[in-house]
Each structure stands twice: as structure tokens, then as C-alpha cells.
């Protein structure tokens, strides 16, 4: 049943389902500002710090295409609440932490919440928003809603870590989640969203691709631990590919599959999953690696953190909401893409640098402006790429494909990224040299790394989507 029948103002309708992605990327950003108390007082290592960030984005990534599968069967209005009540009482459980282990499983099942609502809700929006200008303007409004979050995020991680402990950075999404909750239980209509006929559920395939990539990322982390030919870090490597093929013949066979395989055979699809998943990989590590340098090595406070990445997601809101929309429209969706992109890696290219005694102004802004106007020229050309060869009734599972490879590229670029930076390091320190210089000279080499790889995604969309337009309608639903 679609939500457009039931709301006059399809706006409202959406300003309700972004609250609730509002809170998913609130939690995201919060917590790089406070990752270093976060390792202090749990005691975690650089490494293994990586999976206070990476328990909640593999769930995520993992069960988000089954989160939308959950909506379609049992309701998307049911789905999303509960959902959204599993992701507040993990957070309750995450803020009430007191070991490594506790804080990891409960990030986990924050992830799954996650899942849940963002699946269902771009979903949704999907279904409210058929005409493409109208969902690009849409998904720009979803962007802005994200890069926001971002914004709010970083400065309230800053506030609550040094004004009370990192503990209330969880805890303030108690009465939010609360607050939203009640909203959506008002205003969303009790059987939208539902699937006329029963569909299949591909728990197989969720839980194969998710178990695949938890035994990916643990490798990685713990490679420079174990050592990265150890018969430990290598079974866990095989293991990974073994159960990534499982989960390949499993949708192969399935009736329903969670991902049809035929979906990769679109040129589009995959070349914007792929550029996602680069740039993303970078990204993520970008947000992590910079929140230490500039405490470890810079000195600055987490409120100094916070309003340091201020620029950036503002910069990042502002693109997304008004000029990345326009520019789809006028350009199509490859060179705003790729411009946007270039604009990123040079940004990250700044950050290479990282000086011992940088300033705000002149070593950390520049690169954060480049980095926001790139991320918001560019995220939202990759999802309408994505959705470009799709019909309207595969236009939300393209959009979860995108965003999946955006999410799970982005876990497994901060374990590979984290874990270079810390071996690098690592031999900096058996070379001679100081404590800020040897981890300012794994950051560097990180960031030098992320840089890279985001210039291989410009180029690659560039390439690879040139001559891509996108239909000016889609049926409604």
C-alpha cells in the first residue's frame, strides 16, 4: 500500500521517516568525537578501537537489504518502530557500558535498529516520491538530513564528552529515540507499506554476507597482531571467502533472494556500488583517523574536535539540499560525481600532511571544506546513478544495494586504513622515532592512502558512467 494515498503533504510524511535517519547518523558521527575517551577509559588499542565503529557498520550494512524485506511482510509502519525501539534500548545498553566486550555487542545490535530504519524508511520515501525531479530533490533533502546529523553530531559529541563522559553520548538518544518513536506511532498509517502477497525472507543470505565480512574485518584488525601470514589470519581470510561463496549459492538458489545476482549485470548499479564502496572506505576512515590526530597529536580538546568538523558537514548539508540536486539535473549524474569526488581526495590529500604542530585554520580547515563540498556534490549523483536502469519497482532495492556498499566498504576501509596506520607506526617507533611523529607518520600514510582511492573512484565514475541519463518519470507505485 503506498504512503502517497495516505498524506496530503507527501513532505510531512518524509520529515517524519527523516527523523528517524536523523538519529542513525547522529549516532555515527558522535562517536568518532569521543573515540579516544572511549579508549582510554575502556582500554582498548588503535586497532581494536576500529570496532567500536565497525560492530554497528557491518550489522548495519549487513541486514539492511533484509531490514526492507521485513517491511514488506510484516508492514513497514510495524518494522520501523520496532526498529527504531531496538536501536534506543542498545543505545541505553551502550551507554551503560563498563567492558570492551559490552560496549562492542551492544554497538552490534544498535547496527541491527539501524538497519531497520534506514532500510524501511528510504524505502518509503521511495514509494512518496515517483517523478525523478521530485526524488532527486528528495534525496537531497535525505542528504541534507544526513550531512546535518553529521554537523550536529560532531559539535554535540564534542559538549557532552567534555562537558559530562563519553557515557552520554548514547544516552542522549534515549529521549530522542522516544520522541520519534512517538511521532511515527501518530502519524504513520498502521498498514502502509504492506505487500499485498507474503514474501520470502532470505535470512540465509543476510546471515551468510554479514558473517562473511565480520571474519573479513577481523582478520584485518587483528592482522598486525597475529602477523598477516600467521595460519590464524589466513584461516580467517579463507574462512571469509568460503562463506561469502555460501552466501553466492544461496542466492543463485534462492526464490527471493535478499540481492538478485542478475542486479550486477547493471552497468550503472555496479559501477555507483563500487565507486560507493571506495569512497566510503575512505571516508569513514577519514572521520575516524582525523578525531585522533587531531587530539593525539594536534592536543585538542573533544569540544575542539567537535567544532572542528563542524565546517565540513555543514559545507556538506548545504550541497546536498540545493546545488547537488541541480547540478544532476543539468549535468547528469557523471560529472558531479566525479567532480565532487576529485574535490574529496584532493581535500584528503591535505590531510596527508599532517603536521606536528598544525593550527585549525591552517591545517586542518582546508581540508575539511574541500572534503564537505566534495561529499555534497557527490553523494547524491552516486544513489540516482544507482537508480538510473532500475524500474520503479527495484528503485528501493538499487538504493539499498548502493547503500550496503557504502556502509560495508566503509567498515572494511577503516579496518585495512586503521591497521596500516598503526603498523606504519609501529616500524616509525622501532626506526628512532617520537612517540607524536611516529603516529602523526601512520596517519599520513593513511590518509595519503584514502586520497587515493578516492581519485580511483572519481575516475572510475568518470569513466564509467559517462553518457548515463536518467528517466524523467517513474510509474507510481
Not at 325 to 344: E, H, I, T, W
Request: charged share 10%; net charge positive; with cysteine.
Amino acid at each position: 500500500m503506498s504512503l502517497a494515498r495516505h498524506y496530503r503533504n507527501r513532505w510531512l510524511a518524509m520529515g517524519i521517516l527523516c527523523l528517524g535517519a536523523l538519529m542513525i547518523v547522529l549516532d555515527i558521527t558522535i562517536v568518532n568525537v569521543a573515540l579516544p575517551s572511549i579508549r582510554a577509559e575502556l582500554h582498548f588499542d588503535d586497532a581494536s578501537l576500529a570496532w567500536v565503529v565497525n560492530a554497528y557498520m557491518l550489522i548495519f550494512g549487513g541486514f539492511l537489504l533484509l531490514g526492507g524485506r521485513l517491511g514488506d511482510l510484516y508492514g513497514h509502519r510495524r518494522v520501523f518502530l520496532l526498529g527504531l525501539g531496538l536501536f534506543t534500548l542498545a543505545s541505553l545498553a551502550c551507554g551503560l557500558s563498563a567492558s570492551r566486550g559490552f560496549l562492542v555487542s551492544a554497538r552490534g545490535i544498535q547496527g541491527l535498529g539501524g538497519a531497520v530504519v534506514d532500510s524501511v524508511s528510504l524505502s518509503l520515501i521511495m514509494n512518496l516520491f515517483t517523478e525523478t525531479a521530485d526524488r532527486t530533490k528528495a534525496m537531497g533533502v535525505y542528504g541534507f538530513v544526513c550531512s546535518g546529523g553529521g554537523c550536529i553530531g560532531a559539535l554535540l559529541g564534542g559538549v557532552l564528552t567534555g562537558g559530562l563522559n563519553w557515557h552520554w553520548i548514547f544516552l542522549v538518544n534515549v529521549p530522542l529515540g522516544a520522541l520519534v518513536f512517538a511521532l511515527c506511532w501518530w502519524q504513520l498509517p498502521a498498514h502502509a507499506g504492506e505487500a499485498d502477497q507474503p514474501r520470502h525472507l532470505d535470512v540465509g543470505g543476510a546471515v551468510s554476507v554479514t558473517l562473511a565480512l565480520l571474519l573479513a574485518v577481523y582478520a584485518t584488525i587483528n592482522g598486525n597482531g597475529a602477523g598477516w601470514t600467521s595460519p590464524r589470519t589466513l584461516g580467517l581470510f579463507a574462512a571469509a571467502v568460503a562463506v561469502f561463496g555460501l552466501f553466492l549459492a544461496i542466492e543463485s538458489r534462492s526464490r527471493k533472494p535478499l540481492v538478485p545476482l542478475a542486479m550486477f549485470r547493471l552497468r550503472t548499479l555496479s559501477i555507483a556500488s563500487i565507486c560507493a564502496m571506495l569512497w566510503s572506505a575512505a571516508m569513514f576512515a577519514w572521520f575516524f583517523l582525523s578525531a585522533l590526530y587531531m587530539q593525539r597529536v594536534l592536543g585538542f580538546t573533544p569540544m575542539q574536535v567537535g567544532i572542528a568538523f563542524i565546517p565540513a558537514n555543514l559545507i556538506m548539508a548545504v550541497f546536498s539540499l540545493g546545488l547537488s540536486a541541480r547540478l544532476v539535473m543539468r549535468f547528469g549524474v557523471c560529472r558531479p560525481l566525479s567532480a565532487g569526488l576529485l574535490l574529496a581526495a584532493l581535500g584528503l590529500a591535505l590531510f596527508a600532511r599532517a603536521p606536528l604542530h598544525g593550527t585549525l585554520i591552517g591545517d586542518v580547515l582546508p581540508g575539511m571544506v574541500l572534503l564537505g563540498i566534495g561529499g555534497g556534490v557527490g553523494f547524491n549523483p552516486m544513489l540516482m546513478a544507482a537508480m538510473s536502469e532500475v524500474s520503479h519497482t527495484e528503485s528501493g532495492l538499487a538504493s539499498g544495494i548502493v547503500n550496503t556498499a557504502f556502509l560495508l566498504g566503509g567498515s572494511l576501509g577503516l579496518a585495512v586504513l586503521a591497521s596500516l596506520a598503526a603498523l606504519h607506526s609501529g616500524a616509525l617507533t622501532s626506526a628512532g622515532a617520537g612517540y607524536s611523529e611516529a603516529i602523526a607518520g601512520g596517519y599520513r600514510l593513511a590518509f595519503a592512502v584514502s586520497a587515493c582511492i578516492t581519485a580511483a573512484a572519481a575516475l572510475l565514475g568518470g569513466l564509467g558512467l559517462r553518457g548515463v541519463a536518467l528517466p524523467s518519470h517513474a510509474p507510481a507505485h
